[in-house]
């Protein structure tokens, strides 16, 4: 396989674990973003898993 | 008038760093992190490269575990719907699993499409084709874009555990036909590895990594979603209460 | 907390326009519906392509001439491993042959291979066959994807290994 070939694939390899651990990471922070402005409302003795 | 706001008799309690957590998601969250670090180490470095795809296989450490998660999320979503639509054991807390499991789906079956056309770039040279696997893989995503889009359409929240319910015990119906679309039809994208046992050593291992670190994401992600479903009903019926603590006061 | 389905009493309980309800969506739901309509266009479009594309997704070489759809001067895809040592390159047109089934079809392609093409593996192959006025056919491609197998194998297991694949590979049918 040429060089240039194996260069291409590895940015097509390395992109997609960024975009996978980054489309996670993203996910991850938003949803605990959102359990902090919805815990605003909320008192401490209605969350049950605590 | 805003629906957020808390009755004013109770005041505004302190708000915590992190309300859905406990002893137990934060050690999932540390053992999914340790698993993400081992998939990275194995699916990037440690593992070999492939005779013919060369490192282009390294993207399968990542698409298949992405694809079992989605299905398995949506299997949940699916019994969890059956659970709530059952009188014996109705309640809230299914639809609610249901929806987080959902949500997390399509995060993963995204995920699956994105890295898939990566992988199909490399491997076909072209990130898209209609063949029958990434044409019914795209109809199951757009399914439960679709479901999640019926979760929002209002009503009580019985109303929306009811109809959405419904929704995912027809949409899961389509995972099988997305699982065997390889066998059923003669498509570009190719059979089964796992299951004929045509992956071995440290590949196969590099894949079961991505498999665990991947399944205890999602078991963190959901339980941690549900929570805040959970909180969002529960502002939504505080909202109620507002309403009823006024009329009190009216009468 | 859920909502309680019986009503308080003692109190008046007739809607007003500004009551709050048990209903998140109902902020916006005109964004659940407009989604909703994204939705239903997509699965349209995907269901319109499975028809007319996916099911039956590309005729084998052995196919041409014989089987429903698979016909001469029609555009179709067409599947075949390609031959060892047929590969050729003159300028942007690429030639070679590929083989299904002990039957074999020469191909011309406007074009560059990319992906993993090489000799001795699978291809789907998208153009039509052209019969010329010997009766001998050839076909006239646009594009080559390549349909790799389920297989995978480490890239220095060991020589003899490797060279068994290599060998192989020529001889894999679907």
Not at chain 2, 7 to 13: G, R, V
Not at chain 3, 34 to 46: D, E, I, S, T
Not at chain 3, 49 to 75: P, Q
């Amino acid at each position: 396989m040429p060089a240039m070939l194996a260069m291409e694939n590895a940015a097509y390899v390395i992109g997609s674990y960024v975009v996978t651990l980054g489309a996670i990471g993203v996910y991850a922070v938003s949803m605990l973003a959102r359990a902090r402005k919805a815990a605003r409302s909320v008192p401490d003795e209605e969350r049950p898993w605590k | 008038m805003n629906t957020m706001t808390p009755p004013t008799s109770t005041p505004a309690p302190a708000s915590p760093k992190h309300p859905t957590s406990t002893r137990f998601t934060r050690a999932l969250g540390v053992a999914s992190l340790v698993g993400i670090g081992w998939l990275v180490a194995f699916g990037l470095f440690l593992s070999p490269n492939d005779r013919v795809h060369k490192t282009g296989v390294r993207i399968l450490y990542i698409h298949v575990p992405s694809a079992w998660l989605a299905y398995l999320a949506f299997g949940v979503t699916g019994i969890a719907s059956g659970l709530y639509l059952w009188k014996r054991t109705r309640s809230l807390m299914w639809d609610r699993l249901a929806g987080a499991s959902a949500e997390v789906g399509v995060l993963f079956m995204g995920i699956t499409l994105v890295s898939g056309s990566l992988w199909g770039r490399i491997s076909w040279g072209t990130y898209w084709t209609w063949d029958a696997r990434l044409t019914t893989t795209a109809f199951l995503f757009v399914t439960y874009i679709g479901y999640l889009a019926v979760r929002d359409l209002g009503g009580t929240h019985q109303q929306r555990a009811r109809r959405s319910a419904v929704m995912a015990l027809l949409a899961v119906l389509e995972v099988p036909l997305v699982h065997y679309s390889v066998k059923w039809w003669r498509p570009l994208h190719q059979n089964e590895t796992v299951e004929e046992g045509k992956l071995s050593g440290l590949m196969l291992f590099s894949l079961f990594v991505g498999i665990i670190s991947f399944t205890l994401l999602y078991v963190w992600l959901v339980m941690h979603r549900q929570r805040v479903l959970a909180l969002n009903d529960q502002v939504d019926d505080r909202g109620l209460d507002v309403a009823l603590a006024a009329r009190r006061e009216e009468s | 907390m859920e909502v309680s389905e019986e009503p308080a009493p003692g109190i008046d309980l007739t809607p007003r326009a500004a009551v709050p309800t048990a209903a998140r969506g109902k902020k916006k739901p005109w964004f659940a519906y407009a989604v909703l309509v994204l939705v239903l266009a997509a699965g349209g479009v995907f269901v319109f392509n499975f028809l007319t594309n996916a099911i039956d997704y590309y005729c084998n070489v052995d196919e041409i001439g014989t089987k429903d759809g698979c016909d001469v001067d029609r555009n179709i895809r067409i599947q075949g491993v390609v031959d060892k040592d047929s590969v050729s390159q003159e300028g942007s047109v690429t030639s070679f042959v590929i083989t299904f089934n002990g039957a074999s079809m020469p191909v011309i392609l406007g074009s560059k291979p990319t992906g993993l093409f090489q000799e001795c593996i699978p291809v789907v192959v998208t153009g039509k066959v052209i019969e010329d006025d010997n009766g001998d056919r050839f076909f006239e491609g646009d594009e080559v994807l390549v349909k790799h197998s389920e297989e995978y194998d480490a890239e220095n297991k060991d020589r003899v290994a490797t060279a068994n694949g290599e060998a192989e590979a020529c001889s894999q049918k679907d």
